[in-house]
């Protein structure tokens, strides 16, 4: 079972990017699914997440109106549009897969992680 983040990059503030996370080796279509962060010296911390039929979504106050958290069942993939982007969005992005149905913001709550993917944004 694997997650793997991808749509990293340099990009300048102001500029926008779309993080992708696939899935494989099984489906998380009944698991709440999530975005963190995590920057140099700081504490992964929560970005984004949304519930198992997507009906609910929950995003970090840093990010609300910015980012949008989305998932496609079909194509077994979680999604991160990010927006305006400012330099201190500049951090290692990792997707996760929730134990439950719900929209969690707490680490503990996610039990697969993906790799990660660098974003950094220059001012």
């Known amino acids: 079972v694997q997650l793997q983040a991808s749509g990293g990059g340099l990009v300048q503030a102001g500029d926008s990017l779309r993080l992708s996370c696939a899935a494989s080796g099984r489906t998380f279509n009944n698991n709440g699914m999530g975005w963190f962060r995590q920057a140099p010296g700081k504490e992964r911390e929560f970005v984004a997440a949304v519930s198992w039929n997507g009906h609910s979504t929950r995003y970090a106050e840093a990010v609300e109106g910015r980012f949008t958290i989305s998932r496609s069942y079909a194509a077994n993939k979680m999604y991160l549009q990010m927006n305006s982007l400012k330099p201190e969005d500049t951090a290692v992005y990792y997707c996760?897969?929730?134990?439950?149905?719900?929209?969690?913001?707490?680490?503990?709550?996610?039990?697969?992680w993906g790799q990660g993917t660098l974003v950094t944004v220059s001012s």
């Open positions: 996760a897969a929730a134990r439950g149905a719900s929209a969690p913001t707490t680490t503990t709550s996610y039990n697969f």
